[in-house]
């Protein structure tokens, strides 16, 4: 009798948390605290899919039939199916993706990339056993805070990662997002690890955050380790020649404007955009529902008031703004279930860039939040690394 009393209550208890768990699948999180969740949920799918079905097979211990019973199966059952949306909607995904990058690149890009990176690059999109054992990272060279400036006394520094073998690479440079306030260069380490053991130097670059420091200031600090690494590259083995731009959120804002106002002496082969603002001051006049970042805060605080304060200041800030002409092919990633950085203006920048002349391809992926790399081996970011690579690979090929 008390073995089937714990085992109903073990029940109900591991079908609540599963299906609170799962419900952010599709739940808007309403502030920060509850963005973690938004984020993170999707990202650890498979694991909620062990969880709810295990909640449902306890739920099928012992006396049949009750209504506790009934209660936490269903329970389970509905956390079984939320929890099952990214793997259900994976397919569909992958083929749409699949189709806008030869569309982009023609069909036989893949006949572009060496042979040797095609060796090393992820065999699949997704994985479901590296949803549980992670992505493999192998060793590589790291070099830590090096520092390319100090304006105002600020010292800015980058971290470098490198191949094992010496050697001359393509260079990626890493910006990490943050809401232009806070962040460091070892953010999202592992991407850059993993993308250097591929046979990339990878340059993780700092600047200088909001309030303190507005823009143009933070695309300045970009600009700066731009040149910096012209400069200095070849000595960690970079080739001047072949860089691409890759920033998330913030980051991604910066990359953009960075590689959209390159010259000749900063020549840009690419740019990446993971969830990366676009249309500032269209952000502003129309903010997601809900807000959790607050985003006219943010914004206020980076260029330092309203666009109807410095209408000139969110033009020039916006990357949208620049694809009226021809720029460096551009790989634009969001999740279409983006509460932070809606995707209807990746959308916008998409179209645009193509009536520009830029190829273009818009990665969306449908069950992801904004940050949804931060979980490396969760299912959105195993499909966008799997592109990402790819793209890159093409872009940067010799």
Do not use: C
């Not at 008390?2 to 208890?13: E, P, S, T, V, W």
């Not at 690059?121 to 805070?145: A, K, Q």
């Not at 740019?271 to 529902?289: F, M, Q, T």
């Not at 520009?356 to 499909?383: K, R």
């Amino acid at each position: 009798m008390a073995i089937a009393l714990n085992l109903k209550i073990l029940a109900l208890l591991l079908s609540g948390i599963g299906l609170f768990l799962s419900a952010w699948m599709i739940i808007p999180a309403p502030n920060m605290a509850l963005l973690t969740l938004g984020v993170g949920v999707p990202e650890v799918s498979p694991w909620l899919l062990v969880l709810n079905a295990t909640a449902g097979g306890v739920s099928m211990v012992g006396v049949r039939h009750s209504w506790l019973q009934r209660l936490t199966l269903g329970a389970s059952l509905v956390g079984l199916l939320l929890s099952a949306m990214p793997l259900i909607q994976m397919p569909a995904t992958q083929q749409r993706i699949e189709v806008a990058m030869r569309e982009a690149l023609g069909t036989n890009y893949l006949e572009q990339i060496p042979n040797q990176l095609q060796i090393q690059m992820r065999s699949e999109p997704f994985s479901l056993t590296d949803s549980f054992t992670g992505i493999n990272l192998r060793e590589v060279r790291y070099t830590p805070d090096i520092q390319f400036a100090s304006p105002d006394g600020v010292s800015l520094k980058m971290d470098i990662y490198r191949p094992l073998q010496v050697g001359k690479y393509p260079a990626i440079v890493v910006i990490y997002g943050g809401s232009w306030q806070r962040g460091d260069p070892k953010q999202n380490a592992d991407f850059s690890r993993y993308m250097a053991a591929q046979g990339y130097t990878v340059f993780a670059i700092d600047y200088r955050h909001a309030p303190l420091y507005r823009f143009p200031a933070q695309l300045d600090d970009v600009l700066t380790a731009l040149a910096f690494i012209r400069q200095h590259g070849s000595e960690y083995e970079a080739d001047p020649e072949r860089i691409a731009l890759l920033g998330r959120s913030a980051g991604a804002h910066l990359a953009m404007l960075a590689a959209y106002q390159q010259s000749e002496t900063l020549p840009v082969r690419a740019v990446v955009s993971y969830y990366g603002p676009i249309d500032l001051a269209e952000g502003y006049a129309n903010p997601p529902r809900p807000d959790p970042i607050n985003s006219r805060s943010v914004l206020r605080a980076f260029l330092g008031g309203s666009p109807a304060e410095l209408p000139d200041l969110y033009q020039k800030a916006s990357p949208i703004n620049y694809a009226i002409r021809p720029q460096p092919p551009t790989l634009l990633v969001y999740g279409r279930n983006e509460h932070v950085v809606q995707v209807r203006f990746a959308q916008g920048m998409y179209h645009r860039l193509l009536a520009s002349g830029t190829t273009a391809i818009l990665l969306d992926i449908p069950w992801a939040e904004h940050a949804f790399d931060a979980i490396f081996s969760g299912p959105s970011n195993q499909l966008a690394l799997y592109y990402t690579e790819r793209f890159l690979a093409w872009a940067l090929r010799s």
